[in-house]
């Protein structure tokens, strides 16, 4: 699995597929271009052997993906924390996407992942803060690459900052 994020968007290649995520919703596209559907809202969904959970929030849609055996949450448009049955209703994450805001390491701690991917953010200095405040290891590229076999279970979240 691949991730990339660039225009505002994040870029998701599995082995079946693309995934683009979208202000409010997400398109899936088939590895050959022949498939590509459109998904907004709360609800799940599956194309090309992506899955898609959206759950509803009091912010807008939290959106889960299954790929390639990885389970990536992104909570674009979120500024609070979520409540106790907004998490559930998530479940276990191995890679968050996560807005950097005033409430970025509330979330991050909430929904714990294996990697965590901040963007949004409007200043380097936004970033920085973000990221002292996390005191995790920090790994700067231009594209995230893994494969299932390759996460280390129990070991400690490690941020991915993706650079253009």
């Known amino acids: 699995m691949e991730i990339v994020y660039k225009d505002n968007q994040f870029k998701i290649k599995g082995k079946t597929g693309i995934l683009y995520s979208k202000a409010n919703g997400v398109l899936i596209e088939s590895l050959d271009g022949n498939t590509s559907k459109e998904l907004k809202g709360a609800g799940e969904y599956e194309v090309s052997e992506i899955s898609v959970v959206g759950v509803k929030t009091e912010e807008g849609t939290v ?15 979120l500024t609070k924390k979520l409540t106790d049955s907004k998490l559930s209703q998530i479940g276990d994450v191995d890679i968050l996407l996560v807005p950097v805001t005033d409430e ?8 714990e ?3 965590i991917i ?23 590229m231009n594209k995230f690459s893994i494969k299932k076999e390759e996460l280390v279970e129990d070991s400690t979240a490690q941020i991915v900052v993706l650079t253009d």
Do not use: A, H, W
Not at 63 to 77: A, T
């Open 104 to 111: 970025s390491i509330e979330m991050t701690q909430q929904l």
């Open 118 to 140: 901040p963007f949004g953010y409007k200043t380097e200095e936004e970033l920085e803060k973000f990221l002292k405040e996390s005191g995790l290891v920090v790994e700067k």
């Open 113 to 115: 992942s294996y990697y």
């Open 63 to 77: 959106f889960v993906y299954e790929i390639d055996g990885f389970r990536v949450c992104n909570l674009d448009g």
